[in-house]
């Protein structure tokens, strides 16, 4: 079985432009979440989605979006980008995101923001 | 609230050492799960181990081990004869209260293992 899939895996953007990540699940798994990592604040949950609907929401700005297509592939956006939004930024799939459920990442993309 | 913490920030170790990262949390729950996970330099958390609260037995997975002790809120994880291919960052995490999709983390230990 295939694995999560990010793409693109590195991008190079500016301030104040925006920019969008993708995330294919395991094939199966119908929950999607999304986590953002820096040297300074660690893994941070940014939110989930489970049948194309946004069930949790971590502690970010409005400038951070998601959405789910109902093939459960799953985009995440940020808008008028910040220097302090450089980071690597994961998806992780899993069945249902219940809390018996395994979590499985993707190879991440990395963000750098010029 | 849930809160998971890894005290240990770096370790370096020589190969063939043993080596055990520490994992204290916090959770209302009376029913939950840990998880433990591995970052080498390429960025991807690969999963390594899944536990759940009713079953506090030693688990043990080649040369890794587990020890989870509910009274001390802990779950432990050892290294035997630590190799190179071993340095990483290690993650212990719980899962938010739920079911909504969200794993909390430590802040991880990096772990060195030297030739």
């Known amino acids: 079985k295939a694995g999560v899939t990010q793409t693109p895996r590195y991008l190079i953007k500016t301030r104040g432009q925006q920019v969008t990540l993708s995330c294919s699940p395991i094939s199966g798994h119908r929950s999607v979440s999304w986590y953002q990592q820096t040297p300074g604040q660690g893994l941070q949950f940014l939110f989930e989605?489970?049948?194309?609907?946004?069930?949790n929401k971590g502690n970010f700005p409005g400038r951070f979006s998601g959405r789910q297509f109902s093939n459960s592939r799953s985009e995440m956006n940020v808008s008028t980008l910040e220097l302090g939004d450089s980071a690597l930024y994961l998806c992780a799939s899993s069945l249902r995101g219940t809390l018996t459920d395994t979590q499985y990442f993707g190879p991440g993309t990395r963000l750098t923001v010029l | 609230a849930q809160k998971v913490t890894q005290a240990q920030t770096e370790i370096s170790v020589v190969e063939k050492e043993d080596v055990t990262l520490d994992c204290v949390y916090e959770?209302?729950?009376?029913?939950?799960?840990l998880f433990w996970y591995k970052q080498p330099p390429s960025g991807e958390l690969v999963f390594l181990i899944r536990?759940?609260?009713?079953?506090?037995q030693n688990e043990i997975s080649g040369r890794y081990s587990w020890n989870f002790q509910k009274s001390t809120s802990s779950f432990n994880f050892t290294i035997t004869a630590s190799q190179v291919v071993d340095s990483a960052v290690y993650f212990c995490a719980l899962p938010g209260s739920g079911n909504t999709g969200k794993l909390i983390f430590g802040q991880g230990t990096t772990l060195q293992v030297k030739p």
């Open positions: 536990r759940n609260s009713f079953d506090e």
């Open positions: 959770t209302r729950d009376t029913t939950y799960y």
């Open positions: 989605y489970f049948s194309e609907t946004q069930r």
